[in-house]
């Protein structure tokens, strides 16, 4: 027997697989003995000295391992073959008489070559080399990880170039290749850490985990991609979907040194907003209610911290985000425009870490780490404001009168109660309070948490099983002596969802159902003190429950022909308790047309919605490197936003369909050409796209929102329809990095009642309060040294539609403005001009303190940018336009970021 120590085991093995093409195993050779609770090293040790044959093993692949056998005069390959039989070990026989035994690969992912030091070696084996199968191929799996944080690395490349196949990690850092038998060398990519490679002989199915460490070098930091691959974006079936990494948000301008997760959205192809200070975004001509935005699996009904100058999302908790503007899949559902869906990061296991910075307006820190042991970890951030100081010092008067602060938190804990099984807990909550004097507070505050287990069933199917709930409130609070009051509104909603995915090779298909319960509270007023002068108005709870069923198949017909069909089955209830008002028919809804009033009971059915919501998409490529695809979505919303605003404000509130409201429902085609240039380092895709939206919702002229208890006379269903083109250009690689976009979107709506006063502009279309025809987007990155980088971001975009006066009518000595058509006049056009400069700190794998330094100026050159316009009118003049600019100064700012 030959126990192999560390300095020798390299040369024997290497010695001993470069003759294993003339292995040969011995026929003739027999050995006789009887053992009882022998130790195996006891066995082999008598074989060696009764025979020529040798054994190559590791001590402790043999430790505690005990004979009871007897043999007579048997084969000695019989024999070994009898004593590995109830072990985790295989033998292997090299050149007449050498054995080598092997840890099966059933029960160990692969054996490590090491070197005269004892260091790993990039080879790994799977299987043994004797069991190749012509034509049979094998599952190599595995996790990618940080090795500085421990995270799972989201959207790696895992590829075997040398038979052009790959991967792209999922959420959890997870791959999984399906590679013939033999030795191939894996490459390991991921933007911001080293690449990695691994020879692997591969002849049984094996499990690869692997860390990936910093790069000295950040390049491809504002890489915007469809896919983890090189090529996905052509050879993708998927529309309309872009995914960023922390590490590319990082690196552009910040708004008073605070990173962004929406405002790096809003530099995307079809994605723009009505301007700086609005909480949303919109999406090929939506409404920011038309968004479905989560925060892991936890909806977020108010995206926005400071009436939207930050926004929800705690850049230290982020991982990644995925954004759908097309082909959104059908796991998806109740919002028609978009789905931006931000990954959280998991603690790492290894030790205590953190991370945060401090800016001129935020400050932040978030701690990470093991809980008790390895198998669970945790993370919990926080992060708080205080802009007082900066509106304080303010020359204008009501501004230096303002005051506002927000904070928030995240609090997340994962559980691995084995390789196949894994529990996720993750909270948020956050509260902002906002007020022009010290007498009226407003105050909104965004509460979710979430609980999701995951299982692998096989290595082809995995199921998770979730639980969500989310809660949003506004409120205001008014001091006044005479008239002290307290409003509020909002909305919570609870959900399970069960989702499953199979890997049939040709065939990736997913399938699930999910349910939700919603209550909405449209408004209550109270007196805030006995004294106070306010009657109380409280309207009615709406309850609502919403489910869907989906499925999903993308089907690699062959290299060329790929086509990712979906199907999702939606419904939705509006239930009692509450009223229903009857109008008269043949008149317009008023308050005064209401002729009854019908009452249900708690639970019982009011108004009652469902359909169908096709989606498809299908991929040709014409050659390596460019390809056509086309797809088709419908899509369903159940939920409205009512707003007199021209986006999301906190003052709005969310409706639910009911009998005289609707479900918005959305038809989405489109088609893109997408072509990569030298070497996949240059992306270039152009996007038609036409939309077509049933029941979208405008306002009748002065509409009454506000504790209005029968809204729905106040709003006027309509057609929508929206349609336009995107081009983007994208360099990846090199020291200058970034992408170019020009969109033009128009979105319009036509409200053709059948009386007059539900209609507008005499029934012909007209544009939405959003619609912006031409938009740019530029974003460039340059990678001056090893550590320090400059990012700029320019945006110009079409100013968007107002109603302006258009003369003047007497009225009892009173001047009264004459309005034209809805948004037939257009406010200024918006561009901005944004700079920043990074210092990253050396990237030592042993450093404990790294510091980086960002410094950037929002509004470089001073536009007052019109938020919107009034008009006035001086005596003896006619009314004269003037615009409101939310920020028109130069905003600079320093911020230092932190990780120990």
Not at 257 to 272: F, I, Q, R, W, Y
Not at 523 to 539: C, D, H
Not at 646 to 655: G, L, T
Request: with cysteine; glycine share 10%.
């Amino acid at each position: 027997m030959i126990i192999l120590p560390r300095r020798c085991w390299l040369f024997v093995l290497i010695f001993l697989f470069s003759l294993g093409g003339y292995a040969q195993v011995p026929t003739e050779i027999l050995f006789t003995g009887s053992y009882k609770q022998a130790p195996l090293t006891q066995v082999l040790e008598e074989i060696q000295a009764k025979t020529p044959v040798r054994f190559y093993f590791k001590p402790e692949w043999v430790t505690n391992l005990k004979v009871t056998q007897s043999f007579e005069r048997e084969k000695v390959t019989a024999v070994v073959e009898a004593l590995l039989e109830n072990t985790d070990l295989e033998a292997a026989w090299y050149h007449n008489y050498a054995v080598m035994l092997f840890p099966s690969a059933a029960h160990h992912p692969a054996i490590v070559y090491k070197d005269n030091e004892g260091k790993p070696l990039n080879r790994l084996l799977f299987g043994l080399p004797k069991n190749a199968q012509e034509d049979k191929k094998v599952v190599l799996r595995g996790k990618v990880t940080s090795a500085k944080t421990g995270e799972p690395v989201v959207g790696a490349t895992v590829s075997v170039p040398s038979l052009a196949i790959g991967d792209q990690t999922d959420a959890n850092g997870e791959y999984r290749l399906l590679l013939p038998m033999g030795e191939h060398l894996v490459s390991y990519k991921s933007i911001e850490l080293l690449p990695e490679e691994r020879q692997v002989g591969l002849y049984a199915a094996g499990t690869l985990n692997l860390q990936l460490y910093q790069s000295v070098v950040a390049l491809n930091e504002v890489e915007v991609r469809a896919d983890g691959m090189n090529d996905r974006n052509v050879n993708s079936a998927q529309l309309g979907m872009n995914k960023l990494n922390i590490g590319v948000i990082r690196k552009m301008p910040t708004f008073m040194g605070e990173v962004d997760v929406v405002k790096s959205v809003l530099l995307l192809p079809g994605v723009s907003s009505v301007g700086e200070g609005s909480a949303g975004f919109n999406v090929r001509g939506g409404g920011s209610d038309q968004n479905l935005l989560l925060m892991g699996q936890i909806p977020i009904y108010n995206p926005s911290h400071l009436f939207g100058f930050f926004s929800v999302f705690n850049p230290d908790v982020v991982k990644d985000l995925t954004f759908y503007r097309g082909g959104i899949p059908p796991k998806y559902g109740g919002r028609l425009s978009s789905v931006l869906e931000v990954q959280q990061k998991e603690g790492q296991n290894t030790k205590l870490k953190g991370n945060g910075g401090v800016g001129p307006i935020t400050s932040r820190l978030a701690l990470e780490g093991p809980l008790f042991s390895p198998k669970t970890t945790f993370l919990v951030a926080g992060r708080a404001s205080y802009p007082n100081w900066v509106l304080h010092s303010l020359k204008d008067k009501q501004l230096s009168q303002t005051h506002a602060a927000f904070y928030d938190g995240n609090a997340n804990v994962t559980h691995i109660f084995s390789p196949k099984d894994k529990t996720s807990f993750n909270s948020y909550l956050s509260h902002d309070s906002f007020g022009f004097t010290q007498d009226s507070i407003y105050s909104w505050q965004n509460i979710g948490a979430s609980l999701k287990h995951t299982h692998s069933f096989s290595e082809q199917l995995v199921g998770s099983l979730s639980g969500v709930f989310s809660k949003y409130r506004f409120g205001i609070q008014d001091q006044d002596s005479t008239n002290a009051s307290k409003f509020s509104n909002g909305i919570w909603s609870a959900s399970i969802k069960a989702e499953g995915n199979y890997d049939a090779r040709q065939h990736q298909l997913g399938f699930g159902a999910e349910g939700s319960y919603h209550t909405f509270q449209p408004g209550k007023l109270e007196p805030a003190s006995a004294n106070s002068g306010v009657n109380p108005i409280t309207l009615t709870q709406n309850q609502a429950i919403e489910g869907g069923i989906f499925a999903s198949d993308e089907y690699t017909i062959t290299p060329q022909w790929t086509v990712m069909l979906g199907l999702r089955y939606s419904f939705y209830q509006n239930r009692g308790p509450g009223p229903v008002y009857v109008y008269a028919p043949g008149q317009p809804k008023q308050e005064r047309t209401i002729t009854d009033t019908l009452s249900y009971g708690s639970g019982e059915g009011i108004a009652f919605y469902h359909g169908l919501e096709p989606r498809v998409s299908v991929k040709y490529s014409i050659t390596e490197v460019n390809s056509i695809k086309a797809g088709y979505q419908r899509m369903r919303q159940y939920l409205h936003l009512i707003s007199g605003a021209m986006a999301v404000a906190p003052i709005d509130f969310w409706q639910t369909s009911n009998t005289h409201l609707k479900p918005q429902v959305a038809d989405q085609w489109s088609i893109g050409y997408f072509h990569n240039f030298s070497g996949n380092s240059i992306e270039f895709s152009v996007e038609p796209y036409y939309k077509r939206i049933q029941n979208q919702l405008d306002y009748k002229e002065g509409a009454e929102l506000w504790l209005n208890p029968t809204i729905e006379a106040d709003l006027l269903p309509g057609k929508g329809r929206t349609y336009g083109v995107e081009v983007q250009l994208a360099k990846k690689q090199g020291d200058l990095t970034g992408w170019a976009s020009y969109t033009y979107s128009r979105s319009e709506i036509q409200v053709n009642g059948t009386f007059p006063e539900e209609q507008v502009n005499k029934g012909a279309f007209y544009p939405t309060n959003y619609d912006k025809p031409h938009t740019v987007s530029i974003v460039a990155a340059y990678q001056l040294t090893k550590r320090l980088a400059f990012t700029s971001n320019f945006i110009y975009s079409s100013g968007r539609p107002t109603t302006a006066p258009i003369g003047l009518y007497m009225v009892g000595g009173v001047e009264v403005p004459v309005y034209g058509d809805r948004n037939q006049a257009r406010i200024p056009d918006y561009h901005r001009l944004d700079l920043s400069m990074s210092i990253e700190p050396n990237h030592r794998k042993d450093k404990k303190w790294e510091g980086r330094w960002s410094v950037s100026v929002y509004n470089v050159y001073g536009r007052q940018n019109a938020y919107s316009v009034f008009f006035r009118r001086d005596v003896g003049a006619p009314p004269q336009g003037y615009k409101l600019s939310v920020v028109g100064v130069p905003l600079p700012s320093i911020t230092y970021d932190f990780k120990f």
